[in-house]
Each structure stands twice: as C-alpha cells, then as structure tokens.
C-alpha cells in the first residue's frame, strides 16, 4: 500500500534535554565558585490544572539541573497588593535570580502590572517592558522563552532563515509579537496573522517558515500549508478523546499537514520542552551577569 511520505520531525524534547544536561555541568561549576547555585521563583495563583503541571515541571526540571526552587502557591482569593509585596520581596532576595508569575492568573488581577513589578534582571520570562524594548531594539537580554525556544529548535537543525518568508498566526505578546522581532533579526520576512485577518489560508500557503500559536485544535490544515514548508506548532490543548479519555493536540493537524511540510514539530514534545528550557536558561543568564561569570 502507498504511503506519503511524512515531514522530518524538530524534537524539541531531544534538544531540550541536551541543552540541559550542559547547563547543569555548568551550574556545578558555578555554584561551586559562588558558593550557591542559581535561583528560580515561580509564583502560581489558584488551581489551574495546566498551570499546576506546568509548575510542576518547572520544579523538576530545576532539581535535575541543581537549580534552587522558591516556588510559590497562593490561593484563587489573593489581592494583587500581596502580590506585589511577593515580588518585591524576591526582587530582593539575593538567592533569586529569576522570577516567573504563571499565566494565566484570575480575572481580579492586573497580570501586567504584576510583570512590571518584576525586577528586569530577574525577568525570567523575558516579559517585562524594559526586556521586550532591548529586543526591539536589537539588544542582547532575557528574551521570551517560548520565541527564543523556538529560534533554537530552528538553529539546531541548521534550518536557515535568511530571504525565507514565515508567516506567523497570532499576536500576543507571549509568542508573535517577540517571535516576529526575532524572525527579522535573523533576515526573514514576517508577516503576522490573527482572528481578524482575512484570506488566512492564502497567506499561510506563502509561508516557507508558519507558525501556528492561536490556540485552537487543529486550526492549520494541509490545504493551508506551502508543500515544503517548516511548520511550527506552539499549541497546547486538551481534547476529549474515545472511551472519556483526553489527549493534547497542537493547533496543527498534525497528521494531515505531516505529508506536506518537510519539518515539523510534535505535540507533544516540541516547543513546551524548549519553554521550559529557556526560562532554565534565562535564570543562569541573569545568574552569571550578576556574578560575571
């Protein structure tokens, strides 16, 4: 029986657990040299099932690589003065050197605010305004760790991005918007796509590079896809499979556009790994600058 052939696949996990298994060499080192190891804060508000796994994972991944954990759990009912007052404690705190406050957060609190409360250089995230600014301007600093993960993943197999044209669906200001300063940086031609914009699929047919991060299953099928293309799946949902059961699925039909793509990334298993690496990454950057190392 004939079968198509699939796109080679981008293996955020691979990547991932190779970029930390040297950043936990050079943690040793370090913390050998000043006398403690790097500091991460992950303050998370109420009981969001998906942003507990994601803390959760976090906090793992800090263990295995020999970073200290300062995690945080506070109730649904939390004002944002206590937050604030959390913050600029840690802000503070000399064993802290990133600080991350888990999105999304209740509806009674002012998430931006509370990321401007972060201290830039403790801004593990890479959200904060002074951060996003550098980017903008081209600057080195603590980026966007999802953006950033993705560049990497991209990097790692030696896909160039010089003259490309990568179209990328969605504009937060978490993923397409940092993403598409970067794409730029490294010479591609970005075109940003969203909720409001019309003859979506003409665009995406364009795209040598596409980025799907709109959260929505499924939303990016074969016939919107450049035979060829890269594609890029930021998307995280949780679906109702057969007997009960759910499962995660990208923002990618990911069996359908396999055959057209010449890469691809999973669900899982592609870009959550590569976040959860740079935010580990953006703690020792703002570690080593601290201490010149």
């Not at 079968?3 to 060499?25: I, R, V």
């Not at 669900?267 to 600058?289: E, F, K």
Request: charged letters at 15%; one cysteine or more; hydrophobic letters at 45%.
């Amino acid at each position: 029986m004939f079968s198509m052939p699939m796109a080679d696949l981008l293996d955020g996990k691979a990547l991932a657990k190779q970029m930390q298994t040297h950043m936990a060499g050079q943690i040793s080192q370090m913390a050998h040299t000043v006398g403690r190891p790097p500091g991460l804060a992950v303050l998370m508000v109420g009981d969001n099932p998906a942003s507990a796994a994601y803390v959760r994972s976090k906090e793992n991944a800090c263990d295995r690589l020999g970073i200290a954990s300062f995690g945080r759990h506070y109730p649904t009912e939390t004002t944002q003065n206590e937050l604030e007052q959390a913050i600029d404690s840690l802000n503070q705190n000399d064993s802290v050197d990133g600080i991350l406050v888990q999105l999304p957060l209740p509806p009674h609190l002012d998430s931006v605010a509370l990321l401007r409360q972060i201290s830039p250089d403790k801004d593990a995230d890479g959200l904060h305004p002074y951060n996003l600014g550098q980017l903008l301007r081209g600057e080195p600093g603590l980026q966007s760790c999802t953006p950033a993960g993705i560049l990497q993943l991209i990097k790692a197999y030696n896909i160039p991005l010089d003259g490309k044209q990568a179209v990328i669906v969605g504009r937060s200001i978490l993923v397409g918007k940092p993403l598409a300063l970067m794409m730029l940086a490294e010479n591609a031609t970005v075109t940003i796509a969203h909720s409001k914009t019309q003859h979506l699929s003409a665009m995406t047919q364009t795209a040598d590079v596409l980025v799907a991060a709109i959260g929505v299953p499924n939303a990016i099928t074969a016939d919107m896809v450049k035979p060829g293309a890269i594609v890029i799946d930021v998307g995280i949902n949780r679906i109702q499979a057969s007997a009960g059961k759910s499962k995660l699925v990208g923002d990618v039909d990911f069996q359908a556009v396999a055959p057209v793509a010449s890469w691809i990334t999973p669900v899982p298993g592609g870009i959550g790994p590569m976040t959860v690496t740079m935010l580990l990454h953006n703690t020792v950057l703002s570690y080593r600058q601290r201490f010149s190392l």
